[in-house]
């Protein structure tokens, strides 16, 4: 495996592991603080223990003999869950995953480290493009509207300070069309490393902007752990 | 269960508002009503938001739960109780009742969407008996 390819590889399992780290977390503090629940049972917290403890020895040293376990802890807590337990960072977390486990599985062969940054990069890229897209697609959205809706209707935790600046439209309306121009033009990114850089640092921003404004945390590692392969795209264009 | 939302993801993130949702637990005999209240915002939930995401799970089970009513409007009773969703929805239903009582005799739920300004009463279960 290219020198490239390996320590990017590694950078992607440490993230990986960052964000397994904080969802076991937040898995383990939900069953102390409700012990009596039907579905989050002690198996299940010991369960999120073993991963956790996994988890923070991947972060410091990251290995793909890890993936199966990780992908077998996801399954279970989809199982346990009856689907995605927080949406689109589950939904990442799980392709990673994937990949991961595909790579682990070919490792013998020299193609694995190039398929896992190929695949996750691929679906990271498509992430961003797609929700480009199906806003772009909604008038509601070019109006500013459904994001003046989802800050004062929706049932996110979004801080009252939030709420008024959502009261303002003008405002929204140019959050929307940022949002839909970034997510949109990300591809063209790839063709230029520092557009790549500032495009990654962005989406950071807004990931930590999405945490604190709706309190969307986990998206933030679930994605960074794709940034790696994203810019392996980038280099072998 | 649908394992394809494990392998196929979704990338269509807020695509549109599509409604809020609010869930009343009526205990017929305590007379006591409980709902799944927002937890408070705390200034470090960037990092862990164990609370929060908790709370958006239990309104993503009424959402699949709903979203299976809307795409059948010609669903039984019968059905409904033998809809996976909605047996999970009562496992989450019963673990809030379990928050405040050790058991609740006979209770309903009441799930309430709001498209606009106000939410209006979208589905009522029948009474159950507790039973665990």
């Known amino acids: ?237 | 269960m649908n394992w394809l939302g494990f392998f196929i993801p979704s990338w269509r993130f807020f695509d549109r508002f599509g409604y809020a949702l609010k869930l009343e637990i009526h205990l017929v005999k305590k007379q006591d009503t409980i709902s799944i209240d927002r937890p408070k915002i705390h200034s470090t939930r960037f990092l862990l938001n164990s609370e929060g995401n908790y709370y958006l799970f239990k309104l993503s089970c009424l959402q699949r739960f709903i979203e299976i009513l809307q795409k059948h409007d010609q669903i039984t009773v019968k059905q409904i109780k033998s809809l996976p969703s909605y047996q999970f929805l009562k496992l989450v239903i019963q673990n809030e009742i379990l928050k405040k009582y050790q058991n609740a005799d006979q209770y309903f739920f009441q799930i309430f969407i709001r498209t606009d300004e106000e939410y209006e009463l979208y589905y009522q279960s029948e009474v159950f008996d507790w039973k665990i």
Not at chain 1, 64 to 93: R, V
Not at chain 1, 109 to 116: A, C, E, M, R, Y
């Open chain 1, 1 to 237: 495996m290219e020198n490239l390819e390996f320590k990017l590889l590694n950078l992607t399992l440490r993230l990986f592991a960052v964000s397994i780290f904080i969802q076991q977390m937040e898995y383990s503090l939900i069953y102390l603080k409700n012990q009596k629940n039907k579905f989050i049972k002690f198996p299940f917290f010991l369960l999120n223990i073993i991963t956790l403890c996994i988890s923070c020895v991947c972060i410091f040293d990251p290995h793909i003999s890890f993936a199966p376990y990780f992908l077998a802890s996801l399954m279970i807590q989809y199982y346990q869950f009856q689907g995605l337990f927080n949406g689109g960072s589950s939904s990442m977390s799980h392709q990673v995953a994937l990949a991961l486990n595909i790579g682990f599985f070919l490792n013998h062969l020299n193609l694995s480290g190039k398929f896992v940054l190929y695949y996750i990069g691929i679906q990271g890229i498509f992430s961003y493009w797609i929700a480009g897209i199906v806003k772009l697609i909604e008038p509601d959205w070019r109006s500013g509207h459904t994001l003046r809706q989802i800050l004062l209707f929706s049932n996110y935790q979004i801080p009252l300070k939030f709420k008024i600046i959502a009261q303002n439209h003008l405002m929204t309306l140019i959050a929307s069309w940022v949002t839909i121009i970034f997510e949109l033009f990300f591809p063209i990114s790839l063709l230029n490393k520092n557009l790549l850089y500032f495009f990654l640092f962005s989406f950071f921003i807004f990931h930590i902007m999405n945490a604190i404004v709706f309190g969307l945390n986990r998206f933030i590692f679930a994605w960074l752990a794709a940034y790696p392969a994203i810019y392996f795209i980038s280099t072998q264009l």
